[in-house]
């Protein structure tokens, strides 16, 4: 069964930091580009992070630039974001898609709020 997990989430003030992370199992992790993606109350899902299958090539949201770190363990098959200096705006659940380098198959986890507030 193909399935994506992630974990991490919770609330945190302003200017801290979460790390969150997305357990893959049931696929070949290395096949596919892995994305972070979050949507607010209101608000349509949005691209935060990408990163390649190779892990060569990442991209980011201009909002999260400088902040936020997209990575990858294929040992462990599991992607991360490290998130910095969060702000009450970075509040939304974020979700976890792998997308397969050749048939371009996507897969979706569940999702993990976060919650940036004093």
């Known amino acids: 069964q193909m399935q994506l997990v992630e974990s991490g989430g919770g609330l945190v003030q302003p200017g801290g930091s979460l790390r969150l992370s997305c357990a893959a199992s049931g696929f070949t992790f290395s096949g596919y580009a892995m994305s972070w993606y979050r949507q607010a109350p209101g608000k349509e899902r949005e691209l935060v992070a990408s990163i390649t299958r190779t892990g060569a090539g990442t991209n980011y949201a201009d909002s999260v630039k400088g902040r936020f770190t997209i990575s990858r363990d294929d040992a462990k098959n599991t992607v991360y974001l490290q998130m910095n200096n969060l702000r009450p705006e970075d509040t939304a659940t974020y979700y976890c898609?792998?997308?397969?380098?050749?048939?371009?198959?996507?897969?979706w986890g569940q999702g993990t709020q976060v919650t940036v507030s004093s």
């Open positions: 898609k792998a997308v397969n380098f050749w048939s371009k198959y996507e897969l």
